[in-house]
């Protein structure tokens, strides 16, 4: 991780003295001559689009002249920066050491207040950036869940998980947690905020049994307690096809990794898988998907894989979390179509296997 004594704040703050800066840590003698914005997407990150022209020494070193600028830009920076901060140290710390499809960056940085990624610009680069209303293939699907499966059994049960190990920095992941960072999800679950989530387009498909409030909250508690227990992983944490991409080659890419944390497998496979297929070829080919996944982790090195009696009845726990946040994620978040196409998904998922909030918590 490059030490970072600043970072932008606001889309202003980035300029071609600033990128030319921070790039220049890795190619001393680099500037930036000129930065144009060509685009901002703004979400839970802001993601700054930008080209770049360089002076000889950038020329020289064969850095695209498209870039992804990634931060927290926008008015919500503050309520979520831990979120930009873990992506920088992912970047930094991770990545190296993982065999999956990762985008190029080239620069990772975080300070008390930021967290920032340069990175290639993926839709220059050729590749497909996945989306939530166009579900994946089968071979598509088996392909993310191997490499799922390699990032699991990287650190599975590993000492290093351990909240004095070398990646204990990284936060557990809690469906509700107590601290600061859960109020958006109590906040979510109050009566006022609850109704006014299930009056918009993506509550319409999903059945009524998945509505009811103060069911789902108990099924968010007992999440809270099942994720206590081991195995424990490094965790993508938000494994959604809006943060996915198939490179030019075609190989699986994973995109935006803010929400790395310590925990359960189960919890980045049925988001996955659930979030990223069609609900009738979910329902015909999840039994293989999941026996595919569970043979890479063997693959991968691990020993003690669950078998499918045990990793059924974790995605099945699992499930309730995809369903209430996909329910009531912001449109500041996601856009409402994203939203209107995902949450049905879980809803039917829940349905069919009997899950928490329909079924026995």
């Not at 360089?54 to 920076?77: F, M, S, T, W």
């Not at 990032?151 to 590993?158: D, F, Q």
């Not at 999800?185 to 009056?199: F, K, N």
């Amino acid at each position: 991780m490059t030490a970072a004594p600043w970072l932008p704040l606001v889309p202003e703050d980035v300029t071609a003295r600033w990128l030319g800066e921070a790039l220049s840590g890795h190619h001393p003698g680099l500037a930036v001559e000129r930065l144009d914005i060509t685009d901002i997407l703004w979400g839970t990150g802001t993601k700054m689009m930008v080209s770049v022209t360089y002076n000889a020494v950038g020329q020289g070193a064969g850095l695209p002249d498209r870039l992804c600028i990634k931060a927290g830009l926008a008015e919500h920076r503050e309520l979520v920066k831990f979120c930009y901060q873990t992506e920088a140290r992912f970047f930094a710390e991770l990545a190296p050491r993982l065999p999956i499809g990762l985008p190029h960056v080239f620069y990772a940085a975080a300070n008390d207040d930021q967290g920032v990624v340069v990175m290639e610009d993926l839709r220059t680069a050729g590749a497909d950036i996945c989306r939530m209303q166009k579900p994946m293939g089968r071979q598509q699907a088996a392909a993310f869940l191997d490499d799922l499966a390699a990032l699991h059994a990287r650190w599975w049960n590993s000492p290093a998980l351990a909240d004095d190990g070398e990646l204990g920095w990284l936060m557990r992941h809690d469906p509700l947690p107590d601290e600061a960072w859960g109020d958006f999800g109590r906040g979510q679950l109050q009566p006022e905020t609850w109704a006014h989530y299930m009056g918009l387009p993506r509550a319409l498909a999903v059945p009524e049994a998945c509505r009811d409030r103060e069911t789902m909250q108990r099924a968010l508690q007992a999440l809270r307690r099942y994720g206590q227990g081991e195995p424990v992983c490094v965790i993508h944490g938000d494994a959604h096809l809006g943060n996915m991409y198939i490179a030019r080659d075609g190989r699986p890419g994973f995109l935006d990794w803010q929400t790395t944390r310590r925990g359960h497998w189960a919890h980045d496979v049925a988001y996955f898988y659930i979030s990223a297929l069609d609900r009738l070829d979910r329902r015909t080919w999840e039994r293989d998907l999941i026996a595919g996944y569970l043979a890479a982790l063997v693959r991968h090195g691990v020993a003690d894989a669950p078998d499918e009696t045990t990793a059924w009845e974790a995605i099945r726990a699992h499930i309730v979390y995809g369903l209430f946040y996909w329910m009531v994620n912001p449109v500041e978040w996601q856009a409402e179509e994203n939203n209107t196409a995902t949450a049905p998904r879980f809803a039917w998922a829940a349905v069919d296997h009997h899950a928490p909030p329909i079924g026995p918590i």
